[in-house]
């Protein structure tokens, strides 16, 4: 090491004097909700009044969240009581209308917050009460999760069977929390035209068929876990990276 590289040059950290600032990139003026110009009123030297527009003013941009509030909408079915037979005819709940207490957006959240963000009940019941003012219980989570695995079943069925007709596809698998406080494990397939993801309690060989299918044909990039053993040598192919160089 140099005598110059020992005692430094006496510099103090960070940018130095003349040196251009490297602050946050400036978003399009297009993403703005509002724009808003500032002149000075007067010379900041002798005062006179001052007129006309910069044509290449500072620009300093505030990024902020807007004021959240859930929305409640009541929906009111009367019933009424026919004047020629008495018959009792209650009103239906428009066909746009969510029969169910929680709306699409705000169910597409606690979907999120149990499946990318894999939150606990409890973490899902505090952050929808703290960020939205949203009181739910441990009940109508499990219900709108359930909900939402059957809607999706049919086009994750469909994304998986894609992926098993692919001539390759990578494959791993990494720890993950959930929900239920188990240790879990979210397994990738990655192909050209689909990436599939699933999630269970289980790192076996027989949690990796369930991934591939027992059909599979194409050939399989992974790693050296056992858990893919189960292939022929001439389906598998290691990841480079996993290769050791001698």
């Not at 086009?155 to 993950?176: C, F, G, H």
């Amino acid at each position: 090491m140099s005598p110059a590289r020992q005692k430094g040059r006496g510099r103090k950290p960070g940018g130095q004097p003349g040196h251009p600032g490297a602050g946050p990139e400036l978003l399009p003026v297009e993403r703005c909700d509002d724009v808003q110009e500032h002149h000075p009123k007067h010379c900041r030297r002798c005062g006179t009044h001052l007129l006309g527009d910069d044509p290449e003013p500072l620009r300093h941009q505030v990024i902020e969240i807007p004021p959240i509030t859930a929305q409640v909408i009541e929906h009111r079915l009367h019933r009424l009581i026919c004047p020629c037979c008495s018959t009792s005819t209650c009103a239906s709940l428009p066909t746009d209308v969510e029969p169910s207490r929680y709306g699409p957006r705000l169910s597409a959240l606690v979907g999120l917050l149990g499946s990318a963000f894999p939150l606990s009940f409890s973490k899902t019941q505090a952050l929808l009460d703290q960020l939205l003012g949203v009181e739910i219980s441990r009940g109508a989570i499990a219900a709108i999760r359930q909900r939402l695995s059957a809607a999706l079943a049919q086009p994750m069925a469909e994304a998986l069977q894609s992926a098993r007709q692919q001539p390759v596809a990578y494959v791993d698998e990494t720890p993950t929390g959930n929900p239920d406080r188990k240790r879990g494990w979210q397994w990738v397939m990655v192909t050209p035209v689909v990436t599939v993801f699933l999630q269970g309690l289980s790192r076996s060989a027989a949690a990796a068929i369930d991934l591939q299918g027992n059909a599979f044909g194409g050939i399989v990039v992974s790693d050296r876990f056992s858990a893919y053993n189960h292939l022929p040598v001439m389906q598998r192919q290691l990841c480079w990276a996993h290769l050791r160089v001698r």
